[in-house]
């Protein structure tokens, strides 16, 4: 499932939130105009006919009925008649008087006084002269529902701008709100193997203080739980070293005086096991050394020159000293605020991995490219995805029972100490098989050439 983000899911859910009530309020302020607007335009017409039927009879009265009245005429003739029309009806409900704009046929509501209605107009009729003349007063509908639809858009228009503004004023508002929970996710995240340190204090919200008091008790359990596990692999480490290298001499020394060869072969067997342990026990006290978080040097060092002691001490100690190729580009340096041992100690179990684990009858190449990068190249055929994360696990092997199972677990430790980053290929550059083993040195430290 694919995660979804806060910030995009809170600026859509309060914009829509927004968008909803703003049309609820303008569906709720359109229904109540309409009502409103319905009292007016009664009122007008009730005041119209009321104000009309006056001036219509008297106009009668004193005058020839086949002729229009001349303040009838004035009248019809006003910008207002295009929304008001009016009949003069007798009390068979013929028309005697009826606005210019419209034909002389009778309007449909009835001769008695109060307001009526179809779907074209509304009436309102006033009676005079004892119910003989009847005076009709018509307003169109469609006056109506224009003025409701003019209202309406007055209303509803202005969301095409504010949405947008709205948009934005949420998307600002959210994202300050959030500040201090992505403070919280950074000092978080910031949290590693290399520094399980406390979070400092930070001004946060009440609601996320439970948070960093809860992380923090996480860290100090972490903390004290490495302790004790890097304090556990020290002491016992050292502790071993010392009776296995006396059990190792004496052993050697049993070697040359015992008689026989079952008993021989025994001793040899027995030798190589002390010897193994002893390299377990070193390997162990690498990997203390590796946790404790000692890779950074106050000094700039010139690495090189410990990489040439450390391939020169492989090629004295190896019985086939041409098994190492040692490369180094023209004008390659390698200069990092790095401690010599530990970048030692890494260079070793990665040549030792490669000499113990690659092919017997192919050599090694060590290879100091420029920028920084050391390639550790041995035969080997290919390995799967699967095998290299596995193989970089402790006490993994890989399909050889030589070896501690540290060496690469080490490199992986004292790396992120370096600031550096350690890749697995199989198979190697440029060949269709082996197995390569690179060294990139990252930039924020480097001064390399």
């Known amino acids: 499932m694919k995660p979804y983000g806060m ?25 109540v105009m309409q009502d409103e607007f319905g009292e007016i335009f009664d009122s007008s017409l009730k005041e119209t006919a009321e ?35 009016y009949q003069v009806r007798d009390a068979k409900g013929g028309v005697i008087l009826h606005s210019e704009d419209i034909p002389p046929t009778p309007f449909p509501a009835p001769l008695k006084r109060g307001f009526w209605e179809n779907d074209a107009a509304r009436f309102y009729t006033v009676p005079a002269v004892n119910d003989t003349i009847f005076v009709q007063v018509a307003d169109d509908n469609a006056h109506r529902e224009e003025a409701a639809l003019e209202g309406g858009l007055a209303l509803l228009l202005p969301l095409l701008v504010l949405i947008p503004v709205g948009i934005f004023v949420v998307w600002f508002v959210v994202r300050l709100s959030l500040r201090p929970v992505n403070e919280l996710r950074q000092a978080i995240a910031s949290k590693d193997g290399g520094n399980l340190a406390s979070i400092a204090p930070i001004a946060l919200p009440r609601e996320l203080q439970p948070i960093i008091h809860s992380v923090n008790r996480l860290l100090a359990r972490l903390r004290s739980t490495l302790a004790a596990e890097r304090e556990f692999t020290a002491n016992s480490a050292h502790e071993l070293r010392t009776p296995l290298a006396g059990a190792l001499a004496q052993t050697q020394l049993l070697k040359k005086h015992v008689r026989g060869e079952e008993a021989k072969s025994r001793t040899v067997h027995i030798e190589q096991s002390l010897q193994k342990l002893s390299g377990l026990v070193e390997k162990l006290m690498q990997l203390a050394r590796a946790e404790a978080g000692l890779g950074s040097a106050d000094e700039v060092v010139d690495l090189v020159k410990v990489l040439d002691v450390v391939v020169a001490d492989f090629q004295r100690a190896s019985t086939a000293p041409d098994r190492i190729n040692y ?8 200069k990092r605020r790095i401690n010599e041992d530990i970048f030692a100690i890494a260079l070793r179990n990665v040549i030792e991995n490669a000499l113990h684990h690659g092919s017997q009858n192919e050599p090694v190449l060590v290879h100091l490219e420029r920028g920084g990068k050391i390639r550790i190249v041995n035969g080997s055929p290919i390995l799967g995805k699967e095998e290299i994360v596995r193989i970089q696990k402790r006490f993994s092997r890989g399909e050889t029972s030589r070896g501690s199972g540290l060496g690469l677990a080490i490199v992986i430790a004292l790396a992120a100490q370096m600031n550096a980053t350690l890749n697995l290929l199989s198979p190697a550059t440029g060949r269709s098989d082996g197995f390569e083993a690179v060294l990139t040195f990252n930039g924020d430290r480097a001064e390399v050439g």
């Open 327 to 334: 490369v180094r580009d023209a004008g390659a340096e390698l």
């Open 7 to 31: 910030t995009r899911r809170l600026i859509l859910s309060l914009t829509a939130t927004l968008i909803a009530f703003w049309l609820i309020a303008v569906t709720a302020g359109v229904l």
């Open 51 to 85: 104000r009309l039927t006056p001036l219509v009879v008297d106009d009668i009265l004193q005058s020839d009925t086949t002729a229009v009245p001349r303040r009838l005429q004035n009248l019809t003739a006003s910008p207002e008649s295009s929304y008001l029309t």
